[in-house]
């Protein structure tokens, strides 16, 4: 089952990529309105998109939360250096991937300008849902990387082809950095590798190993080797740089799978691999991380809020909020005795955050690209009063935004209480300065919907158009959801719960 | 004894046969000496296939081993100049005088085997020779190109430089260890340290160096590169290094390891191959310069293995990947060139994705199997000469790997961006159909060899040099 989820986007993107030209992008250029055959192909990759949504719905229930890895499927890749295909749930994985595939399936079926080429566009979304859905089900750090690679090729492509402004230089950019990230982190897979005993790639059984102990030049340099490749993904300052460029420049639905989702991917790895098989290592640098986490949020918020432009704006929130994850992590991961519910509660709310992070800013980088289509420009200045013309967009923009900054009854709220929650009782100067960060985003939240939705409307905005109703169906699903978590996050912490308590408590 | 080198003699017979051919037959009939020459070729590799289960031995007093690595140097040659007469047969096919080339070229990758096999100076030397001498009149083949013969005259000269010092060394050797063979001279120069040993083992090492386009002999490269004609490009720039980290990887193995810091001098020139070529690259406006440049920083990678012989059990079997990913992607990337006519500025890229995506396609494979993304076969090379390198000590140069990487990802984005990013600008003529089932095969091949690593990995798996 978790196979198919990964590999059905994986084929249909191979047949998307392989139509003939005529089908593939039969006009060179004009908009979706006068191509039948791009929103015809629209269709039929949102209905693939949705697969692995279903299917991963059937493993939440079948999902029972008794520890370890569960719905495993594994077989031989190649036996000789260990590596073998592994993939499976647990409380972490599970919850993520999901929320992969959702937003995944919202963001293939928002409409975009495809720019005569909707084949390739289509193929590579669908691709990327393939392997990001991959990477947080892998149990192999080989298969791990292997995903986590090709999803940097994914987006390179899908950032210069698709991409506005200096497309080229922004894809150019986040692929080197990024890459020089993986590097890093091939680097110390290969250095945790070699140090296993038989050698293996086989992360439950590394987990069980435990083969570096913390100490030593060895295990110090493979814990770095990770952490640079987990921060540039991440991003925490100062690994950030490439991530502005980057949002800016991509075509909206591509900005929010890399927020929503690949961002994402850092911080599981944190989790996954650096505090489960490094743990005691971990410890040893948990307050610096957690020094670094709180600069980002403070940092994150204050860059944001110095922005002029939409798409910017939200880029450095994302740093803020990976800024709580980070501080979660680094509370929850601190070699600390008798505050394991604190840290249990620190991990669950930097779980939650992932998710919450995903839908909401996934939610607002789909409204920003919807802006930009109609109309032509990020500046907030040339905004305002929107309001008035469209209410729709207004609405679920104010729910993201709100959510986003940390109020009560949405999604972002439960998260960031429980982080700063668990933070305070490990690190609570840390947790203390955090707390700024939630003041500045919900003034800078506040100013952005001020800026472009309240005040007298602009002569030029009278024929504003209103969200579509397919923009309305995704994006209602994602604020829907951020509601549903924020009034009713049981679900969702029953879930996470059987991975974070016993996580801590070991 | 003969039975031991029966792909050897296919080779020289089928060489001979198409040099007669060529000459008895009539000039619109010359194409048919690339027939007799993949014939050639193709039983040469059915002689070769039924060694991986023989007996591992030397053979020829000693001269010639027979061993699992050299068997699987002799296929991975044998598989890239079959590539490598399907790009001929379009871009020859005006010439009228072609019949010889082939000849040359199954001489040229007999030189090349042999090598592989070589446990023996004289031997080395032989081969050595065999394969440059060729190798200077197949890039100089467009005899009233100037780049072409350009790229000859420089090849040649530093081939003469480099076998000067060659034979000098080899000499030198000789003197020490009072033998010639590979095995002896281990026990021969076991006692020996100190100036003499060290700048004889230099000698020699800067010839294979010229074969393998490491630094200081490499300047050749992006010449050949850029005026070969492009499938001898193709050839020259990998099939001789198979033989030649074979050899090198044979003679490091048979030197003594105390009063002689081989290990360090390797991991230097590795290094400095790597970043060179990386940096040089990053200029190089010409398609086929820049392949030739990171044709010599791929040699860098490589030499990790070397490094790490004996110290890593990964180092063999890392290096025996790493020469079948690399040809299979190098003869790809040619070939590409080749199917294109030869098109080489960088600009005359642009919009190729739209107008040729399937050869698009497969020059965006290779390149990214040189930087080492995965699933390709590039990456799983990579993986295991860093890990090679890193169980030998060598972090240091493992990480200068991954930063050369990092850097060479800006040359590759160079080529690749404007085939999908920019708009096309005129017609994309192409070559043939041969040249393009080459490309494709070979492209294809970097993708299957990568996602099923495991039978090369599997076969690969402590198996060992000899002497060793």
């Known amino acids: 089952m978790l196979t198919t989820a990964i590999f059905i986007p994986i084929a249909a993107a191979a047949v998307f990529a392989l139509l003939p030209r005529r089908l593939r992008s039969p006009a060179d250029a004009g908009s979706e ?58 409380g972490l994985s599970l919850p993520l991937a999901l929320m992969a595939a959702l937003v995944f399936a919202v963001a293939i079926a928002y409409p975009v300008d495809v720019r005569g080429r909707a084949g390739p566009y289509y193929a590579l979304m669908l691709f990327l849902e393939g392997v990001s859905v991959g990477l947080f089900l892998s149990l192999d750090l080989f298969l791990f ?92 300052v100062p690994f950030h740089t490439w991530l502005p460029p980057a949002h800016v420049d991509a075509p909206g639905p591509a900005s929010a799978v890399l927020a929503g989702v690949l961002l994402k991917m850092g911080t599981y790895g944190f989790v996954r691999v650096l505090m489960s098989m490094q743990p005691e290592t971990f410890a040893r640098f948990a307050f610096p991380i957690g020094v670094v986490a709180v600069v980002s949020i403070v940092y994150g918020a204050l860059v944001a809020m110095a922005q002029t432009n939409l798409k910017r704006l939200i880029a450095y929130t994302s740093v803020n909020h990976m800024g709580y994850v980070m501080l979660g992590l680094a509370a929850a991961g601190a070699s600390l005795a008798g505050q394991e519910g604190a840290q249990a509660l620190a991990l669950t709310g930097a779980t939650v955050e992932m998710i919450a992070h995903g ?49 009560p009854g949405l999604a972002g709220f439960v998260a960031e209480f429980q982080i700063f929650a668990g933070a305070l009782a490990v690190y609570p100067w840390l947790a203390g300065i955090g707390l700024l960060g939630i003041v500045i985003t919900a003034a800078l939240f506040l100013r952005m919907l001020q800026q472009v939705f309240l005040g007298p409307l602009p002569e030029r905005w009278s024929t504003w158009p209103d969200l579509g109703w397919v923009e309305r169906v995704t994006l209602g699903a994602l604020v829907v959801l951020i509601i549903g978590i924020g009034v009713a996050p049981a679900l969702l912490l029953d879930a996470i719960d059987t991975f974070a308590g016993p996580f801590v408590g070991r | 004894m003969l039975g031991d080198v029966v792909p050897e003699l296919v080779l020289v017979v089928g060489g001979v046969i198409v040099l007669l051919y060529a000459l ?240 360090p001098l390797v991991a230097v020139i590795a290094a400095a191959t790597m970043t060179l070529g990386n940096l040089a690259a990053l200029w190089q406006d010409d398609v086929r310069r820049l392949l030739g440049w990171s044709s010599v920083s791929q040699t860098g990678y490589g030499l990790l293995a070397i490094v790490a012989l004996e110290r890593s059990d990964l180092a063999l079997p890392a290096l025996l990947y790493f020469l079948l990913a690399y040809v299979l992607a190098n003869v790809a990337a040619f070939g ?49 000469l860093f890990a090679a390198a890193i169980d030998a000590g060598y972090v240091w140069l493992a990480i200068l790997g991954a930063i050369n990487t990092v850097v060479s990802i800006a040359y590759y984005a160079r080529v690749l961006a404007p085939m999908y990013f920019k708009d096309l600008e005129g017609p994309v003529p192409v070559l043939s159909r041969s040249a393009g089932i080459a490309a494709v095969a070979t492209g294809a091949a970097v993708v299957l060899v990568g996602i099923g690593a495991e039978p090369f990995f599997g076969a690969f798996d402590g198996i060992g040099l000899l002497p060793g």
């Not at chain 1, 920003?368 to 729709?392: H, K, N, V, W």
């Not at chain 2, 590409?336 to 040729?356: E, H, M, N, W």
């Not at chain 2, 965006?364 to 076969?377: H, K």
Request: charged share 10%; net charge positive; no cysteine.
């Open chain 1, 33 to 90: 309105a006068d191509d039948p055959w791009a929103s015809r192909l629209r269709l039929i990759a949102s209905v693939v998109g949705v697969v692995p949504l279903i299917l991963l719905l059937g493993a939440w229930a079948r999902f029972d939360g008794g520890g370890g890895f569960e719905l495993v499927e594994s077989t031989e890749w190649i036996p000789t250096l260990g590596v073998g295909y592994r993939v499976g749930v647990d």
């Open chain 1, 145 to 236: 990387f292997v995903f986590w690679d090709l999803s940097l090729v994914g987006i390179y492509f899908l950032i210069g082809v698709w991409g506005h402004g200096d497309a080229r230089r922004s894809a150019l950019k986040f692929f080197v950095y990024t890459f020089a990230g993986s590097l890093a982190l091939l680097l110390a897979i290969l250095g945790l590798y070699l140090a296993t005993e038989p050698r293996t790639f086989d992360m439950a059984e590394i987990i069980r190993q435990q083969p570096l102990p913390a100490g030593g030049v060895y295990a110090t340099l493979v814990f770095f080797g990770f952490f640079i490749g987990f921060a540039v993904k991440t991003p925490i």
């Open chain 1, 359 to 407: 839908l909401i800013t996934g939610a607002l980088f789909l409204i920003s690209g919807s802006i930009l289509t109609r109309g032509g420009t990020y500046e907030m200045d040339a905004y305002g009063g929107l309001a008035a013309r469209a209410p729709a967009l207004t609405g679920i923009t104010v729910v993201a935004a709100f959510a986003s900054l940390g109020m």
């Open chain 2, 24 to 263: 008895a037959a009539p000039r619109r009939l010359q194409g048919g000496a690339a027939v007799l020459a993949m014939l050639t070729v193709a039983i040469a590799a059915a002689a070769t296939i039924p060694m991986l289960d023989g007996p591992e031995a030397y053979t020829f007093a000693e001269t010639y081993a027979r061993d699992l690595p050299a068997v699987w140097a002799k296929l991975i040659v044998l598989v890239a100049t079959a590539a490598v007469i399907a790009l001929s047969v379009p871009w020859f096919r005006s010439d009228p005088r072609s019949g010889e080339y082939y000849t040359l070229l199954l001489f040229s990758s007999l030189g090349a085997v042999l090598l592989a096999g070589a446990t023996d100076l004289k031997q080395f030397v032989v081969s050595m020779l065999l394969s440059s001498a060729t190798g200077f009149v197949l890039v100089a083949y467009h005899r009233l190109s100037r780049a072409s013969a350009e790229a000859g005259i420089k090849y040649y000269l530093l081939g003469a430089m480099t076998s000067a010092s060659m034979l000098i060394g080899v000499a030198y050797l000789f003197g020490l260890g009072g033998t010639t063979t590979l095995p002896g001279l281990s026990t021969g120069l076991a006692a020996e340290s100190g100036t003499g040993l060290a700048v004889a083992a230099a000698l020699v090492i800067i010839a294979v160096a010229f074969k393998l386009g490491a630094v200081p002999a490499h300047a050749w490269m992006p010449d050949v590169a850029e005026g070969a004609p492009a499938p001898v490009a193709a050839f020259v720039t990998s099939v001789p290094k198979v033989g030649a980290f074979l050899f090198l990887a044979r003679l490091m193995l048979a030197l003594p390891l105390d009063g002689l810091g081989w290990r």
């Open chain 2, 336 to 384: 590409v060139v080749v199917q294109l006519r030869g098109r080489t500025d960088r600009s005359a890229y642009r919009g190729l994705a739209r107008a040729r995506p399937v050869l698009a396609a497969i020059l965006t494979i290779t390149m990214l199997s040189f930087i080492g993304v995965p699933p390709l076969a590039g990456f799983a090379a990579k993986l295991a």
